[in-house]
């Protein structure tokens, strides 16, 4: 099982989410450092600035968000949450997100499914067709060297490697993930994507054209509300 969709789509859909996401990261942020405030030490910090940096968020954001989860200052706590539920055509999707207020974050994700041809499930209806694992994807170019990258990724731990028109696709079990990203990384590769991610076992390969253009309307909901970190889904197409 592999990635969704091409690089060119997915970077598109990225750079229209892009000034949503800074509350999002801002989030993800805080509750990492609940850990520590030191990346140095809290590798789940150490992602979440990442990602954050990879955005363009400013070090002031950050360094607040930091501060504000590691309890320098009372504010607002977050909870982390999951659902599970069918999209159109029966594809499953897991919704993952953070919040201050669980009454909000419920309503909005059942009213998201049930209005766009969904039903919301109860946990484990789902989950069973995902593994948890690292995903780490690095575009394809003149300068990448597939050797190069799968004898890197392979002596740092990396359990598979798929080889697309447009990239790579690597995928670590989630006690290696860091050590790979990390491998990478110090070799000089750019990692379009670097992430703990529930990545599909089973697949829905296609969808009729309604129940595709639902499908791509159900996840830009999920994705734009505030409360949403993530949202994972198995169908093989591009949306």
Do not use: W
Not at 7 to 28: N, P
Not at 70 to 97: N, Q
Not at 136 to 142: H, P, Q
């Amino acid at each position: 099982m592999g990635r969704h969709g091409t690089i060119a789509g997915r970077k598109e859909a990225q750079d229209r989410k892009r000034a949503a996401s800074f509350t999002k990261f801002v989030r993800l942020i805080t509750v990492a450092a609940r850990n520590g405030a030191d990346p140095e030490y809290n590798v789940a910090l150490k992602h979440a600035i990442e990602k954050a940096k990879a955005i363009n968020m400013p070090n002031d954001n950050i360094m607040r968000a930091v501060k504000k989860g590691s309890g320098a200052d009372g504010s607002t706590s977050y909870e982390a949450l999951s659902y599970e539920g069918y999209g159109p055509g029966g594809v499953a999707i897991i919704v993952e997100g953070l919040t201050d207020n669980k009454n909000r974050t419920a309503s909005s994700v059942k009213t998201a499914f049930d209005r766009n041809g969904g039903n919301l499930g109860v946990s484990g209806c789902v989950s069973y067709m995902f593994e948890r694992k690292g995903v780490i994807e690095i575009e394809k170019t003149d300068k990448t060297s597939e050797d190069e990258i799968m004898d890197i990724a392979l002596e740092a731990g990396m359990e598979d490697m798929q080889t697309y028109d447009d990239s790579f696709y690597i995928t670590t079990a989630t006690d290696s993930f860091d050590s790979v990203s990390s491998a990478l990384r110090n070799a000089g590769y750019e990692l379009l994507e670097s992430d703990i991610e529930f990545v599909p076992s089973i697949e829905v390969e296609t969808l009729s054209e309604g129940d595709s253009e639902k499908l791509r309307k159900l996840i830009d909901i999920l994705e734009n509300d505030d409360d949403v970190q993530k949202v994972h889904h198995n169908y093989a197409g591009e949306l």
